[in-house]
C-alpha cells in the first residue's frame, strides 16, 4: 500500500531538520495559535516503528496515531493534511535557502509588482554580474534580465531597456544553443548504446541547423561567454561521430588551455564525458587513451572532484575503473595508495567487495597469487559482474599455481552460473565473458597436451580478438608454451 505523504516528508528530514521543521510548523505565520508538538511525537515514535508497509492497512495506522492523541478523528485528519502542507513549504523554503539566483528572482519581481522601482534599480545593481562567462546559464537569470527590461520600460528609459533587450537575447539564444547541443550529446549517446530513441522535432533542428557556419562565427568572435557553447558542440561533434579525431583533438585542447577558468561542477561533468569517451575508443582497442583516462582520474584525485566514488552505479563502480586502469598501465603503487586512501569513500553496502576485488586484481598483476586467490575466497556479493570477474581472476590464479582440476571445475561452474541467470547478466557482458572462457579453456588443454601447429593457430586467433578480456596475459602464457 502506498505510503502517507506526511510519512515520506518526516522520513526525508535529518535530525536537524526535524528540529527545524517544529520550529517552522508551530510558528504563528502559518498556524495562528495552533501547535503539532503532540502529533509530530506520534508520528516520529510510528515512524521508528518501521514503515507502513510493515502494518496491515491505513487503517491501523489511523488507529496507532489516533490512540496517542486527544483529537476527534476527523479533527486529526484535517491536522495531518495541514502538517503535510507545511511539510511542502518547509521543503520549498530548504531548496530556496540553497538557490541565490532564485531568491534574487522572486524579491526583484515582488519589488516590480509593488512599484518600487527605486529599489528594484537598486537591488539589481547589487547582483554579482548575472551574466558572467563563468556562471552557468538558467532560465531563472533570463527572467531577471527580463524583469530588469520591463522595469526600464515601465520607468521610460527607453535607452537602457533596448540597451538590457540585447544582452537578453544573447543570453537566451546562447543559453539556448548550450542546450542544444548538450541535449544532442545525450541523444548521442544513447543512440550509441542502441537505445531506441524517438525525437522528431529534435532530429529536423539539428539536421537543419547550419551549425558549422554558426560554430565558425562563434568561434571567430573569442567570447568567454561562448566558451561553453563551444565545448557542448565538440562534445556532440565527437559523440555523434566516433572517428572525427579532428573535433576530439579541438575538445580536448580547449578544456586543457581554459581548465584554470572552469568551475568545478563544469569540470567535473565535462572530464566525465571525456573519460566516456575514451573507454568507448578504449573498448574499440584503441588502448592508447588508456593513458588520457588515468590522467583525467588523477586529476580528478586532486582536484577533490571524486563524488562518483560515493554513489552505487550498478552493475560497476567508479572505484573499479580507477584501479582496473591504474593495474593496466601497471601502476601498481598509485592503485594500492588508492585503495587505502580512497576505499573508505564508496558506500558502506558495497565498501567490502570493492576493497576485496580491488586488493585482488592487485596482488595478481604483482603475481603475489596466493594473495590474489585469498582475497577472492573472502568475496560475497550478489553482484553478476564482480562474480564474473572474481571468477576469470580465479581462473587465471589456478593456471599460474598449476590447480588445474579447480580451473576445469570453476569453468564448469560460471558457465552454469551464466546459463542460470539469462536476464540478470548484460548481454555484452555475457559475451566477453563466454569469449574469455573459450579462449581460457582452450590454452588450458594446450598447456596439458601441446600442440605447436595448434598453439600458432590459437595466438594468431587471441592476437586478432579486440574484445578478449586480459588479452595481454593471454599472450603472455602463449609465448610460455612456444
Same mark, same amino acid.
Given at each position: 500500500?502506498k ?7 518526516l ?10 521543521f ?16 503532540? *502529533? ?6 510510528? #515512524?521508528?516503528?518501521?514503515s ?39 521543503i ?10 532564485l531568491?534574487?528572482?522572486?524579491? /526583484? ?16 545593481n ?5 551574466t ?11 527572467? +531577471?534580465?527580463? *524583469?530588469?527590461?520591463l ?12 540597451s ?7 543570453? =537566451? ?9 548538450d ?17 522528431d ?12 557556419k554558426?560554430?565558425?562565427?562563434v ?8 566558451r561553453?557553447l =563551444?565545448?557542448n ?30 568551475e ?5 561533468? +565535462? ?10 575508443? =578504449?573498448?574499440?582497442?584503441e588502448?592508447?587513451? /588508456?593513458?588520457? $583516462? ?7 584525485l ?9 554513489y ?12 582496473? $586502469? ?28 570493492e ?7 592487485l ?12 582475497m ?13 570477474d ?18 576445469? /571445475?570453476?569453468?564448469?561452474? #560460471? ?9 540478470k ?8 565473458n ?8 582452450? /590454452? ?6 601441446p ?8 595466438h594468431?586467433? $587471441? ?19 612456444q
Amino acid at each position: 500500500m502506498k505510503e502517507i505523504k506526511i510519512l515520506q516528508i518526516l522520513k526525508s528530514f535529518s535530525a536537524e531538520e526535524r528540529t527545524l521543521f517544529r520550529e517552522f510548523a508551530n510558528s504563528d505565520f502559518f498556524r495562528k495559535n495552533r501547535k503539532y508538538n503532540e *502529533l509530530l511525537d506520534s508520528l516520529e515514535k510510528y #515512524i521508528e516503528k518501521g514503515s507502513l508497509s510493515d502494518l496491515k492497512s491505513r487503517g491501523k495506522f489511523q488507529e496507532t496515531i489516533f490512540r496517542v492523541n486527544s483529537l476527534k478523528n476527523q479533527t486529526l485528519r484535517n491536522r495531518l493534511n495541514e502538517l503535510t502542507k507545511l511539510g511542502e513549504k518547509f521543503i520549498m523554503f530548504r531548496e530556496l535557502d540553497k538557490d541565490g539566483d532564485l531568491r534574487a528572482l522572486l524579491f /526583484l519581481r515582488g519589488l516590480k509588482d509593488r512599484k518600487l522601482i527605486k529599489l528594484f534599480e537598486t537591488e539589481f545593481n547589487k547582483i554579482p554580474d548575472i551574466t558572467n562567462y563563468r556562471k552557468f546559464k538558467s532560465h531563472i537569470i533570463s527572467d +531577471i534580465l527580463w *524583469l530588469d527590461i520591463l522595469v526600464q520600460k515601465e520607468n521610460r528609459n527607453f535607452q537602457a531597456m533596448f540597451s538590457n533587450y540585447n544582452k537578453q537575447i544573447e543570453y =537566451i539564444y546562447t543559453y539556448f544553443l548550450e542546450m542544444l547541443f548538450d541535449s544532442a550529446k545525450e541523444y548521442e549517446i544513447e543512440r550509441m548504446y542502441n537505445v531506441n530513441l524517438t525525437a522528431d522535432i529534435f532530429e529536423s533542428v539539428i539536421s537543419n541547423l547550419n551549425a558549422k557556419k554558426l560554430m565558425h562565427f562563434v568561434e571567430g568572435n573569442n567570447n568567454p561567454a561562448y566558451r561553453r557553447l =563551444i565545448i557542448n558542440y565538440y562534445l556532440y561533434k565527437s559523440f555523434s561521430d566516433i572517428n572525427d579525431t579532428a573535433s576530439f583533438e579541438k575538445l580536448q585542447k580547449i578544456f586543457y588551455d581554459n581548465i584554470n577558468d572552469i568551475e568545478d561542477f563544469e569540470k567535473n561533468s +565535462i572530464m566525465t564525458d571525456l573519460i566516456s569517451l575514451y573507454f568507448y575508443k =578504449i573498448n574499440r582497442g584503441e588502448t592508447e587513451y /588508456l593513458k588520457d $583516462v588515468f590522467k583525467l582520474y588523477k586529476l580528478k584525485l586532486k582536484l577533490g572532484l571524486y563524488d562518483e566514488l560515493r554513489y552505487i552505479r550498478y552493475p560497476s563502480s567508479a572505484f573499479r575503473d580507477y584501479i582496473v $586502469v591504474g593495474i593496466r598501465l601497471k601502476q601498481f603503487a598509485w592503485v594500492e595508495d588508492f585503495i587505502k586512501k580512497y576505499s573508505p569513500e564508496v558506500p558502506e553496502e558495497i565498501r567490502e567487495e570493492e576493497t576485496c576485488m580491488g586488493y585482488a586484481r592487485l596482488y595478481f598483476s604483482k603475481k603475489e597469487y596466493l594473495k590474489s586467490l585469498e582475497m577472492l575466497n573472502k568475496l560475497e556479493t550478489s553482484n553478476y559482474l564482480y562474480i564474473l570477474d572474481a571468477s576469470n581472476n580465479k581462473l587465471r590464479v589456478f593456471y599460474e599455481l598449476l590447480n588445474f582440476e579447480e580451473a576445469f /571445475l570453476e569453468i564448469d561452474r #560460471i558457465k552454469h552460473y551464466i546459463k542460470n541467470n539469462p536476464r540478470k547478466i548484460a548481454s555484452s557482458v555475457k559475451k566477453y565473458n563466454m569469449e574469455f572462457l573459450d579462449k581460457y579453456n582452450k /590454452l588450458l588443454r594446450l598447456r596439458l597436451s601441446p600442440d605447436r601447429r595448434e598453439l600458432g593457430f590459437f595466438h594468431k586467433n $587471441v592476437r586478432e580478438s579486440a574484445t578478449l578480456v586480459t588479452k595481454n596475459w593471454f599472450i603472455e602464457k602463449i609465448g610460455e608454451l612456444q
